[in-house]
């Protein structure tokens, strides 16, 4: 392609980029270089418009793909607000008793999970078709750069208009991202709030000695308190397979608050008292990685009291065996990390 002289107006070029004709003048020795380098521009521009051509449909395809994605959006974000707003007349249902709240606590729990699956997905979505838009959007600047080179393309302007258009998908594209991830942040910080005065509801309910029993479990334990239940643990022969204890069905729950109970005799009566297992019943404590401890021996009574208060004690759930010997009712047992 043939490069048209550098010394024309100012004026002139604006006017052929608006899309006006402007008169051209040639003096009679340039007549004929004028011709030469006229006609190569003009196979020039007939190649550059069929590649014009294509780049347009496929720009035209990408903007319908961007329109259909970002309604799709919009409709996500209208049902998710719409559920945000259902989440919040179920949380003020969970004020009215202790049971019913800890269940819509867990309720929102696994909504919120959901959301965030939704959120996170959503945005690679959004992640991935910027990076696209912005790929299309350099391949349009080097196509309008190499039309501006031929100022005499009939697709120059409409070229010109869909790069306009692909830079205010994108500017739309990183506001919206950014509303949502505001929108995300403020339901979190709600949601702690719910939680913590969930918390606080359940806490009201502790005895004066530290504790709460429970016929069934809470959904969740709450911040401080350690959860005390019967299971069984897994045992091939003589030997402790590792793997999540088997609680007992019939089993009741026992919360007691942490710091009320670093002593391990004090923490035996009151299992002993509330569970009716009868004084002096509870006798050894093991780790699921730990030796037996036999509370009777002096030597490991200190172990015990030791153990029980940096580390035992330190754990949301400890039990109680119910299984045969050795692992049975007089133990007192938790899983080690």
């Known amino acids: 392609m043939s490069a048209k002289p550098n010394n024309e107006p100012t004026d ?13 003048t040639s003096s009679p020795e340039g007549s004929g270089s004028e011709d030469a380098g006229s006609d190569e521009c003009s196979s020039d521009c007939s190649s550059d418009s069929m590649t014009t051509t294509d780049t347009t449909c496929i ?23 719409m559920e945000n707003q259902k989440l919040g007349d179920s949380l ?11 269940q819509k606590l867990t309720e929102i729990e696994d909504e919120n999970i959901k959301l965030k ?8 979505r959004g992640g991935a078709r910027l990076f696209e838009i912005e790929d299309e959007n350099i391949k349009l600047q080097e196509k309008l750069n190499e039309m501006e080179q031929c100022r005499e393309s009939r697709d120059f302007v409409a070229l010109k208009g869909k790069f306009d258009g692909l830079e205010k998908q994108i500017l739309d594209i990183l506001e919206n991202l950014e509303r949502k991830e505001q929108s995300f942040e403020d339901y979190q910080a709600k949601m702690e709030k719910l939680q913590s005065e969930s918390h606080q509801q359940i806490l009201g309910l ?10 069934k479990p809470l959904k969740m334990i709450p ?5 005390v239940s019967r299971a069984k643990v897994h045992v091939s022969g003589n030997h402790l397979e590792d793997g999540p204890l088997r609680e007992d069905k019939d089993s009741r729950f026992l919360y007691v608050v942490r710091d009320q109970y670093k002593d391990f005799k004090t923490f035996n009566s009151l299992v002993e008292s509330v569970l009716e297992l009868g004084a002096g019943h ?4 093991k780790g699921s990685k730990s030796n037996f401890l036999f509370y009777n021996n002096h030597d490991d009574r200190i172990k015990i009291d030791y153990k029980w208060e940096k580390e035992a004690s330190q754990k949301d759930r400890v039990y109680i065996l119910s299984g045969k010997t050795p692992y049975n009712s007089d133990m ?5 990390e």
């Not at 002139?12 to 051209?24: F, I, L, M, Y």
């Not at 003020?92 to 800890?102: C, L, W």
């Not at 911040?223 to 959860?227: A, P, S, T």
Request: zero cysteines; a negative charge.
């Open 117 to 124: 699956k939704k959120l996170n997905e959503m945005e690679q």
């Open 223 to 227: 911040n401080g308190m350690i959860q």
């Open 282 to 285: 509870l006798k050894f404590l």
């Open 206 to 215: 502790v005895t004066d000695d530290g504790y709460v029993f429970r016929e």
């Open 332 to 336: 007192v047992y938790y899983v080690e």
């Open 12 to 24: 002139k070029k604006n006017a052929t980029q608006a899309g006006t004709a402007v008169p051209e």
């Open 59 to 81: 720009s035209e395809t990408s903007l319908v793909d961007a329109e259909k994605m970002f309604n799709g959006i919009l409709a996500d974000m209208a049902r998710l607000r």
């Open 92 to 102: 003020a249902e969970a004020k009215r008793g202790e049971d019913h709240a800890v």
